[in-house]
């Protein structure tokens, strides 16, 4: 399982370009600086580490695929602990096989991170429970501090882990006291990372996660299919696929559902635990996302999808005890839908192609030429990915609302990085010749600004997720007289 899991995650690990969220990974490493945690300093000190030895798409990728590896051997330690022998491989298999597992170990996030030393403090609090060792207590204590300054979220797995340790413990006061106060002595490692997220929350909810879709239940119920599958969205499938997930989505449900009863009904102490980890802390970001702003998505529920798989494992095991010719027909189905969405993520990019688009540049640049970045304004502070892969030698000037008009018409105040915009005017009178990238196009505002000043010698369309990124390269049609630009096109800019 773990040569199968190298393969999978080793798999075409460099080919697609980085996105956005990576790019915060690489600039916020970069600029780490221990007297300045932030929110989330475990990871960006290890990638700081990470990049001395290489800053490859693939090699910065590489360290996510430790740490899921890591994940997948502990998951089986888990299954196996709680559960049996089999337990333990199948839900290690199937965390494996997941899409949306995988798409996290190729990711140059946290993610990965968070989940390995979370599933490590998880293992050692098993370990204290079951043998009353309360030396693992120390070293639980300090795995969950590690993974709540690797990833804020992770801090609701304290839930389910008070919750069992007092039950537990609940008629050795005296042991309950000093699991309370060794708690508390490691949790003022948090203080910093705490303060930092209290700073930026309403931010967060405010400027990004409430322009998103609202959660809503069938989001919810399609939990376990995003973690094990992650097939496209309805509207990108046929008919008769899209039924075909629909009742494989009823299927992981009646295979959790099972689960939880035999649990229930034979009251098993360790998978009672393992219930109360998979499901306790969503109860927190359902409410939040329900309350405020959708945060109901994949990356954030990772921590808990190891749990999910180990019920999977128990549920399907149940059949497979009964009735194994139903149980054979449910692994074929599994297998089926598993391998569509495996096929859809190797197969299927939905990245803007970066490297191409630069390439294309630089093949083709001359002196006298300046790449123009037309970006929204919300856009604007986000990490520049063309300074990232571009190789060649002319300038990259940033632009707001050039190729379509915003609803945000400035630059939020609130953004703390300054963001430097050249006057166009500057720079219509400085080049000779102008590459444009459209992060996002109009036509008529666009013609608008080329109107009979340019003369448009090359255009190229790039294919992204939403819609498709537009190059042009504009020449003056009179040199003699270079272009100027009417005020009502004129760009500005509180940082310029």
């Known amino acids: 399982i773990l040569l199968l899991a190298t393969i999978l995650y080793l798999y075409q690990l460099g080919t697609e370009p980085l996105w956005q969220d990576e790019f ?69 298999f199937l965390l494996t096989l997941s899409p949306t597992f995988i798409f996290h170990a190729q990711e140059v996030r946290m993610y990965s991170m968070s989940t390995f030393i979370a599933l490590a403090g998880t293992l050692i609090l098993i370990q204290a429970l079951e043998n009353s060792d309360l030396k693992c207590i120390i070293f639980w204590a300090i795995a969950r501090v590690l993974t709540i300054l690797t990833s804020p979220l992770n801090i609701l797995l304290l839930f389910p882990d008070l919750l069992i340790i007092t039950w537990r413990y609940r008629q050795q006061k005296r042991v309950l006291l000093s699991i309370g106060i060794f708690l508390l002595l490691t949790g003022i490692l948090i203080i910093p990372s705490s303060i930092a997220i209290l700073e930026i929350a309403p931010k967060f909810f405010g400027d990004w996660v409430a322009n998103l879709t609202p959660i809503n239940l069938r ?54 635990w393992i219930t109360a980890w998979a499901f306790l802390p969503c109860l927190p970001i359902l409410l939040m996302s329900y309350a405020f702003a959708n945060i109901w998505f994949p990356r954030y529920l990772l921590f808990v ?101 915003s609803n945000q018409n400035k630059i939020s105040s609130s953004d703390s990085k300054p963001v430097t915009i050249t006057p166009l005017s500057t720079l219509l009178t400085t080049y000779s010749r ?20 340019f003369q448009i010698k090359e255009r190229q369309s790039f294919k992204t997720r939403f819609e498709p990124l537009q190059v042009f390269l504009l020449v003056p049609k009179s040199s003699a007289n270079p272009p100027t630009v009417p005020s009502t096109t004129e760009n500005s800019s509180p940082n310029s």
């Open 434 to 453: 102008f590459w444009v990238v459209c992060e996002v196009f109009d036509e008529a505002v666009f013609n608008n600004f080329v109107s009979n000043r």
């Open 305 to 405: 999808a190891p749990y999910f798989f180990i019920l999977l494992a128990v549920g399907f095991l149940q059949i497979f005890h009964r009735w194994r010719y139903v149980a054979a027909l449910i692994g074929i189905y599994y297998l089926i839908a598993v391998g569509f969405g495996l096929n859809h993520y190797y197969t299927t990019s939905e990245r803007v192609n970066w490297p191409m688009i630069t390439q294309a540049i630089a093949r083709n640049e001359q002196p006298g030429d300046v790449i123009i970045y037309s970006r929204s304004p919300r856009n604007a502070p986000k990490p520049n990915a063309l300074r990232y892969y571009y190789q060649g030698q002319i300038p990259i000037e940033l632009q707001v609302n050039l190729c379509a008009n």
């Open 219 to 272: 989001m919810v119920l399609s939990t376990p299919e995003v973690f094990t599958a992650n097939p496209p969205n309805s509207s990108e499938l046929s008919k008769q696929t899209d039924i075909f997930f629909k009742i494989y989505t009823l299927l992981l449900i009646s295979l959790t559902g099972l689960a939880l009863f035999y649990i229930t009904k034979n009251r098993i102490k360790p998978l009672l």
């Open 24 to 92: 915060y990974s690489i600039e916020d490493a970069e600029t780490f600086n221990i007297l300045d945690p932030g929110v989330r300093p475990l990871y960006y000190m290890f990638l700081k580490f990470w990049m001395n030895f290489g800053k490859s798409d693939a090699w910065l990728r590489s360290l996510s695929v430790i740490f899921s590896l890591g994940s997948v051997f502990l998951t089986y330690k888990i299954g196996r602990r709680t559960a049996g022998e089999f337990v333990g491989l199948i839900s290690a």
